[in-house]
């Protein structure tokens, strides 16, 4: 986050919440690019401000000793260097690789998204890559160390590939407002599930329902 009061109320409502925050980024020179607040009446308000952070672009960014301590590690907006790095250190240290490439990074460097998916255990994309052909099928994205993927397509179609199921779900949102932060959700909801051992099949459609929350408002 940026060094602004979007920044500090968002730091301060995490901590309110009981969030580690000690793995979070505070840049002095730069502004919270999106802010998004949750009312109690379920309205969502997404602020966008002038300026933004920007993503682990170093090694020396990268927090090791969290790493390190964690059994899950999710690699979104950095780059792909930093990603493969930390996707291989944390693969070959038997944790549960998450990796969710925007679709700015999938364009700039597919080739290296591949290998960064390679070291994933669980590998979550738009179809839009797919689509343009710079990415492979799903089914070639599976392999020993990738256990699922996950294709957003649209606003509110999910589709999951493991080595034994191919299953599409839609979303069940109500009315669809703004998509922002749904696939958060829906991978956080998948991480949750993993960790208290739930099958892929099984856990799909539960991260799919919560997914249409913040679909819907």
């Given at each position: ?40 009446e379920g309205e ?70 591949v290998e960064v ?101």
């Amino acid at each position: 986050v940026g060094w602004d009061l979007e920044g500090f109320f968002v730091v301060n409502m995490l901590t309110r919440e009981g969030v580690d925050v000690s793995g979070l980024i505070v840049e002095k020179n730069k502004r919270t690019p999106i802010f998004i607040a949750l009312l109690s009446e379920g309205e969502r308000r997404t602020c966008v401000t002038v300026g933004e952070t920007s993503p682990l672009v170093g090694l020396g960014e990268v927090r090791w000793k969290l790493v390190e301590e964690s059994r899950c590690v999710c690699l979104g907006d950095v780059y792909v260097e930093v990603a493969k790095a930390v996707a291989s250190y944390s693969s070959d240290t038997d944790k549960f690789v998450v990796y969710r490439p925007t679709k700015p990074v999938v364009a700039k460097n597919p080739v290296g998204v591949v290998e960064v998916a390679k070291n994933s255990s669980l590998f979550v994309v738009s179809d839009w890559g797919i689509k343009k052909g710079i990415l492979p099928s799903p089914e070639k994205l599976l392999s020993r160390k990738t256990e699922a993927v996950i294709v957003i397509e649209g606003k509110t179609r999910v589709k999951l590939y493991t080595a034994h199921e191919r299953l599409t779900l839609d979303i069940p949102a109500k009315r669809c407002v703004d998509p922002t932060g749904s696939s958060d959700v829906l991978v956080a909801s998948l991480v949750r599930g993993w960790l208290e051992g739930v099958q892929w099949v099984d856990n799909i459609g539960e991260a799919v329902k919560l997914a249409a929350v913040p679909v819907s408002y």
